[in-house]
Nanobody
Framework: QVQLVESGGGLVQPGGSLRLSCAAS????????MGWYRRAPGKQRELVAV???????NYVDSVKGRFTISRDNAKNTVYLQMNGLKPEDTAVYYC????????WGQGTQVTVSS
């Protein structure tokens, strides 16, 4: 049974930091590209960051220099370190696995507000 379980969301003030985690099980994690998406209220879901099976990473322009995606294949976990958070980063963040199949987590809420 495939599972992607996100954690680490919450309420943070502008300029603050959060680290999201996504624990994966039920598939060969190391073979999959892993990504973080987000959906803000009233907006379409967008890709935030992706990391390939080889470790190469790409980011949407709006988070470059502030967010860092990483993976630990020994722990079957992907992370999203978010620094310098802005109110416009408020969204539900979803973990995604993509290779032979596409899998999604249930999402974790990130709210940036003073």
């Amino acid at each position: 049974q495939v599972q992607l379980v996100e954690s680490g969301g919450g309420l943070v003030q502008p300029g603050g930091s959060l680290r999201l985690s996504c624990a994966a099980s039920g598939f060969t994690f190391s073979s999959y590209a892993m990504g973080w998406y987000r959906r803000a209220p009233g907006k379409q879901r967008e890709l935030v960051a992706v990391i390939g099976s080889g470790g190469s990473a790409n980011y949407v322009d709006s988070v470059k220099g502030r967010f860092t995606i990483s993976r630990d294949n020994a722990k079957n976990t992907v992370y999203l370190q978010m620094n310098g958070l802005k109110p416009e980063d408020t969204a539900v963040y979803y973990c995604n696995a993509r290779q032979y199949q596409v899998y999604w987590g249930q999402g974790t809420q990130v709210t940036v507000s003073s």
